[in-house]
């Protein structure tokens, strides 16, 4: 079964992901999309309201073949944001 190698990427610093065994392309893409909010949750955003995490997948030659990006933005509204 071929590796793939999941690298998280949080606007701090890139962590290298271990190789996971996935059936093919589809199933480590599926990783990627239930990775990112499972990695988003434990981030607290580092500028404040706004948050960028990206899952960047690589196969096993480590090229990029997939990469899932996940926003987060906060506003504050009303009262609030006086």
Same mark, same amino acid.
């Given at each position: 079964m071929p590796r793939r190698?999941?690298?998280?990427?949080? &606007?701090r610093? #890139?962590?290298? &992901?271990?190789g996971t065994?996935?059936?093919? !392309?589809? @199933?480590?893409?599926r990783e990627?999309?239930i @990775?990112r #909010?499972?990695v988003a949750?434990r981030?607290i955003?580092?500028? &404040?309201?706004?948050?960028?995490?990206t *899952?960047? *997948?690589?196969?096993e030659?480590? *090229?990029?073949?997939?990469?899932a990006t996940l926003t987060?933005? &906060? !506003?504050?509204?009303g009262?609030?944001?006086r």
């Amino acid at each position: 079964m071929p590796r793939r190698f999941f690298d998280i990427h949080d &606007g701090r610093s #890139p962590r290298e &992901g271990s190789g996971t065994a996935c059936t093919d !392309l589809e @199933a480590a893409c599926r990783e990627a999309m239930i @990775a990112r #909010p499972d990695v988003a949750r434990r981030e607290i955003p580092s500028d &404040g309201d706004r948050q960028t995490d990206t *899952v960047i *997948v690589r196969d096993e030659a480590r *090229v990029p073949v997939y990469t899932a990006t996940l926003t987060f933005t &906060g !506003l504050r509204s009303g009262e609030a944001a006086r």
